[in-house]
C-alpha cells in the first residue's frame, strides 16, 4: 500500500495525512466566530436535554423516579451523541466542504491515497470531537453533580475509540453522498444521522421503540457505546460489568464499515469522474 | 523518454439534460408512452496529439471547445470513454498515482479556502504533494515575490486579494510541487499586462530550469504566439488544426491585406469569434443532472 516501505515514503504519507489536520484545525481557527456559536448552541442544548431529567420529580411529583440516576442518564446521551455526532460531520462533511470552498478538483488531483484522506480526516474528527465534548462535560460539572467515583474510566475509553472507529466508517460511506450528489449530497447526510440518532437510544433505552426500530438499533454503532459507556458509568453496574459485549460488535462494525466506506467511496470517485460530477459545487 | 504527453483517440461524453420534466418523463412511464432520453454530448471527439518534453505546447479554441475537459481528462479528474492519455508513459487511468505525482494544473478559477491565507493554503497544497512545510514555506515565499505579491499578503485571508492576486497564489501552488507536467487553463485570464508578463517570464523560466513541459489553454493569442512552440486549435471538441505559430498563420489569409495574425487563424478555423478576456470564465463543460 505504501509503495516500497523507506522512510521518504513513510514520511511523505505521514505529511499527507497531516494535511487535513492541519487545514481543519486553521479552519476552526479562521472561523471562530461560528465554531463558538456552535459551541454555545450544543452546550444549551446538551444542558436542556439534561434538565429534562430534573424536572421530571416535579412535572410528576408522585412518580418514584430516582432523578440522579435519570440525570446522569441523559448526560451520557449528550455526550457521546455529541462526540460520535462530531465525527460523523467531519467526515461526512470531508466532500461537501471542498464543494462549498471550489477546492474539489486540486484535492482530488494530489497524488494521496484515498485512504491517507480518510485517516487524516479522521484524526482530526477524533481530536475535535474531544475537545468539543470536554467543553460541554465541563459546563455539564458546573451545573450537575455527576459522581463518577465508581465509572469504569478505562472502559469508556476503549468504548469512545471502538465507536470512533465505527462512526468514521459510516461517516466515509456518508461522504460519498455530496460526491456523487452536488447539490443535496450534505442534506442527505444529516438523514443518516437523524436515523441514528432515533434508533441508537441516545435519551432512551432502545427496548421503547417499537419492534422494526429496533431490528435498526442492532446495527448502529451508536446502541453499543451509549449501552456500554451508560454501564460503565451508572450505579447497579460492576466495574467490568461485560464491557467486551459492546467492545465487540463494535469492533466487528468498524472493522465491517471502515475498508467497506472507503472501498465504496473509492467506486463512487470512479464514478464521478466518469459522469463529470467533481467539477460542480453545491 | 522524448514524449511527455500522448493523447490517443481520446473522446469525451457527457449525459445530456432531458427538455422533458421528470414528471411528464413519470407520466409517459406510467402510460407506456415513449421516454425521452438524453442524447449524449460529445464534448471531446476522437483528439490525438503528442508533446515533447520541455515543450510549451498550446490548446486554442473558444468557449465550450472542450479544451477544459481535456485538460481535465489530462489532470486525472476525468476519465476519458474512448482512447487513452499517457504522461510519461504512464496511464492517467491505471497509473493514475505516478500521473499525478508529475502534474500540477492551473485553471481560471483560483479555487481555494477563501478564509485561509496563502500561507496555509500553499502548506495545505504542498503537504499534500509530500512536500515538507519549512520547503514549501520558502520556495512559496519565493515564488509569490517573483510575480509581485506583497510580503503582507501571505498570512491574511484569501478572500481579502484581488481576483488577480488569487490567480498568482494559484500559480505559485502549481509551482510549489515542481511538476514536470504543467497544466495551464487559461492561467492569466484576470490578470494585469505587467502581472502577465511576469507570469509568462516564470512559465518559460520553469521551462528552461526545472526541465518542465507545459501545456497552456488560452484565450489571449499575443501570449498563445509569445510562449507556444506548437499549438492545436480546438473546435467543437475537435482538433481542426495543429501546426507551430508559424505554420499555422501560413494556414490563412491576413486581415485587408496585412500579414495573417494567431488572431485570423483563429477566426478563420473555427468560424468564431473571438472571445474578450473578461467574457473567458472558464469554459462550461456540460454537466450532469444528478
Known amino acids: 500500500m505504501l509503495g516500497h516501505l523507506t522512510l521518504d515514503n513513510v514520511k511523505r504519507e505521514v505529511r499527507q495525512e497531516f494535511a487535513f489536520v492541519a487545514r481543519n484545525f486553521n479552519l476552526v481557527k479562521r472561523y471562530w466566530a461560528w465554531e463558538l456559536v456552535w459551541l454555545c448552541y450544543s452546550t444549551a442544548n446538551a444542558l436542556a436535554v439534561s434538565f429534562i431529567g430534573a424536572g421530571v420529580g416535579v412535572i410528576s411529583p408522585d412518580s418514584n423516579v430516582n432523578t440522579q440516576f435519570l440525570i446522569t442518564y441523559l448526560i451520557i446521551g449528550t455526550l457521546v451523541w455529541g462526540f460520535m455526532s462530531q465525527i460523523f460531520n467531519n467526515i461526512a462533511e470531508m466532500i461537501a466542504w471542498e464543494r462549498w470552498e471550489g477546492t474539489i478538483e486540486y484535492t482530488f488531483m494530489a497524488p494521496i491515497r484515498r485512504i491517507s484522506q480518510m485517516i487524516g480526516q479522521m484524526i482530526f474528527a477524533v481530536l475535535y470531537a474531544m475537545w468539543f465534548v470536554m467543553v460541554i462535560g465541563t459546563a455539564m460539572v458546573l451545573f450537575f453533580d455527576i459522581d463518577l467515583s465508581n465509572a469504569n474510566l478505562g472502559g469508556m475509553l476503549v468504548i469512545l475509540l471502538a465507536g470512533s472507529v465505527s462512526f468514521a466508517g459510516i461517516g466515509v460511506v456518508g461522504s460519498i453522498l455530496p460526491l456523487l450528489y452536488p447539490e443535496r449530497g450534505a442534506q442527505m447526510t444529516h438523514i443518516i444521522q437523524a436515523f441514528l440518532l432515533l434508533v441508537s437510544g441516545v435519551y432512551y433505552p432502545t427496548s421503547v421503540l417499537p419492534d422494526w426500530l429496533q431490528f435498526f438499533s442492532q446495527f448502529s454503532p451508536a446502541t453499543y457505546v451509549l449501552e456500554g459507556m451508560r454501564t460503565a458509568v451508572l450505579p447497579g453496574s460492576t466495574r467490568s460489568d461485560n464491557l467486551f459485549s459492546y467492545i465487540l460488535p463494535l469492533l466487528v462494525i468498524g472493522v465491517v464499515m471502515l475498508p467497506l466506506g472507503v472501498y465504496l467511496f473509492q467506486r463512487a470517485e470512479v464514478y464521478a469522474k466518469r459522469k463529470g460530477c467533481l467539477k460542480r459545487n453545491g | ?290
Open chain 2, 1 to 290: 523518454m522524448n514524449k511527455a504527453l500522448v493523447v490517443d483517440n481520446v473522446s469525451k461524453y457527457f449525459d445530456g439534460k432531458s427538455e422533458v420534466s421528470l414528471l411528464k418523463q413519470w407520466q409517459a412511464r406510467l402510460t407506456g408512452g415513449e421516454i425521452e432520453k438524453p442524447k449524449p454530448i460529445n464534448a471531446v471527439k476522437d483528439v490525438t496529439f503528442e508533446v515533447n518534453r520541455r515543450e510549451i505546447y498550446g490548446v486554442l479554441g473558444p468557449n465550450g471547445s472542450g479544451k477544459s475537459t481535456l485538460i481535465r481528462m489530462i489532470s486525472t479528474l476525468l476519465i476519458p470513454d474512448e482512447g487513452t492519455i499517457t504522461v510519461f508513459g504512464c496511464d492517467s487511468v491505471k497509473e493514475e498515482i505516478a500521473v499525478k505525482r508529475m502534474i500540477n494544473r492551473v485553471s481560471v478559477d483560483a479555487a481555494f479556502f477563501k478564509k485561509l491565507s496563502p500561507r496555509e493554503n500553499l502548506l495545505y497544497g504542498a503537504r499534500l504533494y509530500g512536500v515538507s512545510a519549512a520547503e514549501a514555506d520558502v520556495t512559496a515565499r519565493d515564488i509569490l515575490q517573483r510575480l509581485g505579491l506583497r510580503p503582507n499578503s501571505y498570512t491574511a485571508p484569501m478572500e481579502e486579494m484581488s481576483r488577480g492576486m488569487q490567480q498568482k497564489v494559484a500559480i505559485a501552488r502549481a509551482f510549489l510541487t515542481q511538476p514536470i507536467l504543467l497544466l495551464l487553463d487559461e492561467p492569466t485570464t484576470g490578470l494585469d499586462p505587467r502581472s502577465k508578463r511576469e507570469v509568462q517570464a516564470f512559465i518559460n523560466e520553469l521551462r528552461d530550469t526545472h526541465d518542465a513541459t507545459i501545456v497552456l489553454t488560452t484565450h489571449d493569442m499575443q501570449e498563445a504566439e509569445a510562449l507556444c512552440e506548437r499549438i492545436a486549435i480546438l473546435d467543437e471538441g475537435e482538433i481542426v488544426a495543429e501546426d507551430t505559430p508559424d505554420g499555422l498563420k501560413r494556414r490563412v489569409k491576413g486581415d485587408n491585406g496585412n500579414p495573417p495574425t494567431l488572431d485570423d487563424v483563429f477566426l478563420q478555423l473555427t468560424g468564431k469569434h473571438l472571445v474578450k478576456e473578461d467574457e473567458s470564465s472558464e469554459e462550461e463543460v456540460i454537466e450532469p443532472v444528478l
